[in-house]
């Protein structure tokens, strides 16, 4: 890897899927340009995924942390320890950017680049200790080089984590007292604007703080005034460790080709420097909302970026921008029903149908017995019979399949053939059987026929040894049906799972009574067709 890596030139934009997803905007069944921005925003992720209907649904957020010298000027309302707490509240789940993450079935990073904290080691956080935070930029550059090139490797290296994840769009947040105030100088020296224009009150200053901190800056600017023409030592100079890592993540999704959604004014900061370094990144950046804070109004417009959402957001995190992911999945979903009316020439009711196949996974290497939770792998017989099944099949829109090995690796081999997007869903796993997983039948019934008998008789109200009640299976499979339904209705959908998953919902769909689940037939292999009305029942097609 080279040293300036960070100078690669950027991926290309696939021209073909681009001009393909623009002349079909014209083809649907609307007035051309009735969508404004978010058909704009469509074909953009059309270029940038290489395919014409493109999808956001798998999203890593980074959260990068750091604490900044500069607060020892007063220009903050809170005290640096808050940027540790925050770091242990993004972890156990009470942070605003770890609730929405969570509704999102986002992935979640947290990094911490350095904070004053003293040996802070938090289970699910990254501990890179490049300094207790950085130095006091109106004595001295905030950071060293080396401190610097570490940072943006930290933010490659999240983009690179985020790739083998299979992350579709990719979301900076940021935590670190006084930031702002960095924020707002990195800015002013790289757009020569006045200092008034960029700052404002972060986390809550009044009216004379806001004074102090842009006495402040005007200090900082001056003392490093000689290095304005260098982007890269500005950022050395006047940034902090997390606002670096944002500017290395965006540089490498660029050149990675992963889509970035922009935060707020520290994030939008950031991509300011990245658009710097490396023209060609500007590209990759869309940007999910205009925050409160005043300098983001005016980078926004120095970048020609057009914000999904205007709310008078101030909270940072990556909070903003994963506020937008929702307008910006349904804008993906819009086009791809719309489409799906206009070629079965059919409107109204027909979009609120989910068209589920089920697909049953095929042999695994640990044979037959009681599977459940062990994640086995398939057989080579096993994927010639998955194969077999969908030949001539389809077309789908999507495939969503358990996280277990034997469906989410055919999953994903599918997925990547008939570039179709790819999610998984844990509540669309197996019944745990506790004590029962790898056992045969013939083998229960050496040891445990009393309870095979009642599972026979009523596996409906019947609970494994040390397993999960069949009840609470059912209701979390059907739970997820639901889900399914309400996000991707209009769509035909390929979901990949287990025997008893297939048994419940065949079951459902054909009116069986519950102590019939049994009696459903799955092979290996198997392929069935489901509906999902609008009123959310589930009929077979036959």
């Not at 609307?30 to 925003?41: D, T």
Request: charged content about 20%.
């Amino acid at each position: 890897m080279s040293d300036t890596w960070w100078l690669n030139p950027c991926k290309a934009i696939d021209a073909s899927a681009y001009e393909q997803a623009l002349a079909r905007q014209q083809q649907l069944t609307k007035p051309a340009g009735s969508l404004g921005q978010l058909e704009a925003l469509a074909v953009q992720l059309a270029g940038l995924q290489g395919r014409v209907k493109p999808s956001v649904d798998r999203l890593w957020i980074a959260i990068f942390a750091g604490d900044h010298g500069v607060v020892a000027e007063g220009v903050s309302a809170f005290p640096q320890e808050v940027t540790g707490q925050m770091l242990h509240n993004f972890v156990s789940g009470g942070a605003a950017i770890s609730v929405l993450a969570r509704q999102l079935h986002a992935q979640l990073e947290v990094v911490d680049l350095g904070t004053v904290t003293p040996a802070l080691k938090l289970p699910g956080v990254r501990h890179l200790n490049l300094g207790a935070g950085t130095a006091n930029f109106v004595s001295g550059p905030a950071m060293t080089a080396v401190q610097g090139r570490q940072a943006l490797q930290a933010g490659r290296d999240s983009v690179l984590r985020a790739l083998e994840s299979g992350a579709q769009l990719f979301i900076g947040g940021e935590m670190g007292i006084g930031n702002t105030t960095a924020a707002s100088a990195l800015a002013c020296a790289l757009l020569d604007c006045p200092v008034t224009d960029l700052t404002g009150p972060g986390t809550g200053l009044n009216a004379q703080g806001v004074s102090h901190k842009v006495a402040v800056i005007e200090r900082a600017l001056a003392l490093h005034a000689g290095q304005r023409g260098d982007a890269l030592q500005t950022l050395f100079n006047l940034g902090g460790f997390e606002i670096a890592a944002l500017v290395g993540a965006y540089l490498a999704c660029a050149q990675e080709g992963v889509a970035v959604l922009v935060d707020g004014f520290i994030c939008t900061v950031a991509a300011l420097v990245a658009t710097h370094l490396t023209p060609a990144c500007r590209d990759w950046l869309l940007f999910g909302h205009r925050g409160a804070e005043p300098g983001h109004r005016h980078v926004l417009q120095s970048l020609d970026a057009q914000p999904l959402l205007d709310l008078g957001l101030r909270l940072g995190e990556g909070s903003g921008a994963a506020t937008a992911v929702p307008l910006l999945r349904l804008d993906l979903r819009a086009a791809r029903a719309d489409g799906d009316l206009r070629r079965s020439g059919r409107g109204g009711p027909s979009c609120m149908t989910l068209h589920l196949d089920l697909l049953r996974h095929g042999e695994t290497e640990l044979g037959g017995g009681l599977r459940g939770s062990l994640d086995d792998a398939l057989t080579a017989n096993g994927w010639a019979q998955m194969r077999a099944a969908v030949v001539e099949q389809g077309p789908w829109d999507r495939v969503i399949s358990s996280p277990l090995q034997r469906c989410a690796r055919f999953a994903e081999e599918l997925g990547a053939r008939l570039d179709l997007p790819v999610s998984l869903e844990k509540d669309l796993q197996e019944l745990h059987f506790g004590a029962w997983e790898g056992q045969s039948a013939a083998a229960l019934m050496q040891t445990d026929a009393e309870g095979l008998g009642l599972f026979w008789a009523d596996p409906y109200n019947f609970t494994p040894p040390e397993g999960e009640p069949v009840s609470d299976f059912s209701d979390r499979v059907l739970g997820a049906i639901s889900r399914l339904h309400q996000a991707y209705a209009g769509e035909r959908v390929l979901l990949i799972s287990h025997g008893g998953v297939m048994r419940l919902l065949l079951a459902c769909a054909r009116g069986l009574p519950r102590e019939q689940l049994l009696n459903v037939e799955v092979g290996h292999g198997g392929l069935f067709s489901l509906r999902v009305g609008a009123d959310g029942v589930l009929k077979e097609d036959i």
